[in-house]
């Protein structure tokens, strides 16, 4: 009688474990990626949420040098986006140069919950984040990832995290990038739910770019995201009061999705890991260089270096150097920054039965949207054959709203159905970045 109550406990248990819709379909974790999950815990102060966390290590890295975290926002939408984060080539791109890890959480949040639940690391998602580096380090054969630098992007309650993180762990972070939300630094009384925070002098150390789009109270003064500027205002002025190298980049054409942040996000990102990135693993962070820097106006469009800027230095947004400097410049204007360098060339090609597969990188500056395909030197296709982004430049992965691949994953696979039966082919592929160029 024991075992058959024993048996229905644990029937009636199992469901309630198991992954619900929309959070139980998404890429698998194999080599070089790697995934934990933790289930919803009901002690005070803990995460409330199950959540998964999945990291991409580069191949052949034989120490990681950091960790670059991609969050997403709040909603079941942007939440069972984050699935595919760390799958994403463009941002593997620049975890690869560097040496760091590509991490992506997905906080399996109902669309109705308080999303401060877990997009507020006091609430429990500090200490699950800091539990899955050390568990996947362990899953890894990379334990170094529990004590490595973190450099954080998240869109709307991903940006409050990343903030709130930034704040938390300023000694932690290499440089932080929140898309359009921030956390709150004076309470709310119309939002009690949202705890206010108080800024560190540390905070200072830390490059901060903050992102949005100016239908989100810039140039559009009503709607639903009308009040991020706002926000975003408030945050830069007081960290800029306390000395913070932070600056503000907002998108001419967008509301609160993603649009072609990635483009401007990642060579900022890439700046600031090669400045601060110790050689070795362990050692501590370096200081951001404050020499090169150069100063923009508040919802400007013109940079100038810091020496030569007329304006308020102290109310001036932060920019680490001139080449980031003139690719902000492009960005607030129309976001078509310039890329000269070819993407690299497709690998491993293989040819059966007509059907091709293949892996190809993406490039750094402008990622990847398409593949050629080459016959006997004659283009028989396109993978995707119409690449597709709602939310900005068509890329072969495809964006959701978080900026994160689509799910499923498109594969590099392309079936040559007209090929001519019998007939020994000769095979090309071209990868071809968002700027046009090809791979050589």
Same mark, same amino acid.
């Given at each position: 009688m024991r075992s058959l109550a024993l048996l229905s406990l644990l029937a009636l248990?199992?469901?309630?474990?198991?992954?619900?819709?929309?959070?139980?379909?998404?890429?698998?974790?194999?080599?070089?990626?790697?995934?934990?999950?933790?289930?919803?815990?009901?002690?005070?102060?803990?995460?409330?949420?199950?959540?998964?966390?999945?990291?991409?290590?580069?191949?052949?890295?034989?120490?990681?040098?950091?960790?670059?975290?991609?969050?997403?926002g709040c909603g079941e939408g942007s939440c069972k986006s984050g699935l595919t984060g760390a799958f994403?080539?463009?941002?593997?791109?620049?975890?690869?140069?560097?040496?760091?890890?590509?991490?992506?959480?997905?906080?399996?949040?109902?669309?109705?919950?308080?999303?401060?639940?877990?997009?507020?690391?006091?609430?429990?998602?500090?200490? =699950?984040?800091? +539990?899955?580096?050390?568990?996947?380090? *362990? #899953?890894? %054969?990379?334990?170094?990832? $529990?004590?490595? &630098?973190?450099?954080?992007?998240?869109?709307?309650?991903?940006?409050?995290?990343?903030?709130?993180?930034?704040?938390?762990?300023?000694?932690?972070?290499?440089?932080?990038?929140?898309?359009?939300?921030?956390?709150l630094l004076e309470e709310n009384p119309t939002r009690p739910t949202i705890k206010a925070y108080t800024l560190p002098d540390a905070i200072s150390g830390v490059p901060i770019m903050c992102n949005l789009g100016t239908k989100e109270g810039v140039t559009v003064k009503e709607g639903r995201f009308a009040g991020?500027?706002? =926000?975003?205002? +408030?945050?830069?002025?007081?960290?800029? *009061? #306390?000395? %913070?190298?932070?600056?503000? $980049?907002?998108? &001419?054409?967008?509301?609160?999705?993603?649009?072609?942040?990635?483009?401007?996000?990642?060579?900022?990102?890439?700046?600031?890991?090669?400045?601060?990135?110790?050689?070795?693993?362990?050692?501590?962070?370096?200081?951001?260089?404050?020499?090169?820097?150069?100063?923009?106006?508040?919802?400007?469009t013109e940079a100038t270096p810091s020496e030569k800027f007329a304006g308020d230095k102290a109310q001036a947004l932060w920019l680490p150097n001139e080449a980031i400097a003139k690719a902000w410049m492009t960005y607030v204007k129309d976001t078509a920054i310039a890329d000269t360098t070819p993407p690299p060339a497709p690998t491993g090609l293989e040819v059966k039965d007509n059907v091709l597969t293949w892996k190809a990188e993406a490039d750094l500056e402008s990622g990847l949207a398409h593949f050629i395909i080459m016959r006997d030197g004659e283009q028989v296709g396109t993978v995707p054959e119409q690449p597709k982004n709602p939310f900005g430049r068509p890329i072969f992965q495809g964006l959701q709203y978080s900026d994160t691949p689509t799910n499923p994953l498109v594969e590099m696979r392309f079936a040559d159905t007209k090929a001519e039966a019998g007939k020994k082919h000769q095979y090309r592929v071209i990868s071809v970045n968002t700027a046009g160029l090809k791979s050589e």
């Open positions: 248990t199992a469901p309630l474990l198991a992954q619900q819709p929309p959070y139980d379909v998404f890429p698998a974790a194999d080599p070089p990626y790697y995934r934990v999950r933790y289930e919803a815990s009901t002690t005070p102060g803990e995460l409330i949420f199950p959540v998964n966390y999945t990291v991409w290590v580069p191949p052949g890295v034989k120490k990681l040098r950091g960790v670059i975290v991609h969050q997403h994403d080539l463009h941002w593997q791109a620049l975890a690869k140069k560097h040496g760091c890890a590509l991490l992506a959480p997905s906080y399996e949040q109902p669309e109705k919950a308080d999303c401060q639940m877990w997009c507020d690391p006091r609430n429990g998602s500090d200490k =699950a984040f800091q +539990k899955a580096l050390a568990d996947l380090g *362990a #899953k890894s %054969g990379h334990p170094e990832l $529990s004590k490595v &630098p973190w450099a954080l992007w998240g869109h709307s309650g991903g940006g409050h995290w990343t903030g709130g993180m930034t704040i938390l762990h300023p000694d932690r972070v290499a440089a932080a990038c929140p898309r359009s939300g921030v956390p991020a500027w706002a =926000a975003n205002e +408030k945050f830069f002025t007081a960290v800029r *009061a #306390k000395g %913070g190298l932070i600056g503000i $980049s907002v998108d &001419p054409f967008t509301s609160h999705e993603c649009g072609n942040q990635r483009y401007f996000t990642i060579l900022w990102l890439d700046a600031c890991l090669s400045a601060r990135l110790p050689e070795q693993s362990g050692d501590p962070l370096k200081p951001m260089p404050t020499k090169n820097a150069w100063l923009a106006p508040l919802l400007g």
